[in-house]
């Protein structure tokens, strides 16, 4: 980025550079992430189709429709004066906090899967600028759904993208901010038959090598791609029996071995 910036490359001359494979809010939470240690969730949308199942069900059973739980109104923090930078990033009085938490210790005995999930959940990512800015906690903190209504397509894909693009670049400390903010949305999805795609859009979306690097490529299972394979086979007496995930099954790729694997070494 500085090389294109104001190094000798023609982008730096011209005052303009191409960067074709970044969304323009994906690269915005990039800047975020540059200036503050952190970068804004984005809004899940409303499943409309689904608001309305659930009214019609409501009505026809004689109650109410629930009322649609509304996402917390979060003020936009002002821009922090770049004077009030050092060198490396953080602002002169930010104390170096290690937020890596010590895993809880699971209840001995249990399942394999079971444990398994446990670890999963109690997974750690180490997170070098961890909320630096009080100001910028609340619209950054990773947070779950409410109700079936709430489409989390855009949450898991933006943490995703953002994902790719750091790992392809190689920004330690943004990628593992993104496996962080997604594990802990993961953790609290609430995981209604409904929302079951808005999953399998991710795993589509981490299978797909323009986006990760295939196993048989680097030997090594992308941790993106592990997140999610690894949440699929802790919830798949939910999502096994749904169409979409009988799909995903039917294109075939990695995803297939990676899933059976795991479910052979931790489930079965």
């Not at 915005?28 to 970068?39: I, K, P, S, T, V």
């Not at 937020?99 to 005995?109: D, E, F, I, L």
């Not at 090598?209 to 949440?231: A, C, G, I, M």
Request: aromatic share 10%.
């Amino acid at each position: 980025m500085k090389a294109l910036v104001s190094g000798k490359m023609a982008e730096a001359n011209d005052k303009l550079a191409e960067i074709p494979d970044v969304r323009e809010d994906d690269f915005l939470r990039f800047c975020e992430f540059a200036y503050r240690g952190d970068y804004s969730v984005p809004a899940w949308i409303k499943d409309k189709e689904a608001e309305r199942a659930a009214s019609t069900s409501s009505t026809a059973a004689g109650v109410p429709a629930p009322a649609v739980s509304a996402p917390v109104p979060i003020s936009t923090p002002e821009p922090l004066p770049l004077e009030s930078l050092n060198l490396d990033g953080q602002t002169p009085d930010a104390a170096a906090v290690s937020t890596t938490s010590t895993p809880k210790k699971g209840k001995a005995g249990g399942t394999k899967k079971q444990k398994f999930r446990r670890r999963l959940r109690n997974r750690a990512y180490d997170l070098e600028c961890p909320w630096p800015y009080d100001v910028f906690r609340d619209r950054g903190a990773p947070r779950g759904n409410v109700d079936v209504t709430q489409d989390y397509t855009p949450v898991f894909l933006a943490h995703a993208r953002l994902y790719s693009f750091a790992n392809m670049r190689l920004m330690l400390a943004l990628r593992s901010t993104t496996l962080y903010k997604l594990h802990k949305t993961l953790m609290e999805f609430k995981l209604y038959d409904r929302r079951i795609g808005d999953v399998i859009e991710l795993a589509r979306y981490a299978y797909n090598n323009d986006h990760t690097p295939d196993r048989t490529s680097f030997k090594t299972l992308d941790q993106l791609r592990r997140l999610v394979v690894e949440y699929i086979v802790c919830e798949i007496e939910v999502i096994g029996r749904s169409a979409e995930f009988k799909e995903l099954i039917e294109e075939g790729g990695e995803f297939v071995g990676d899933f059976w694997e795991i479910t052979r070494k931790h489930v079965l």
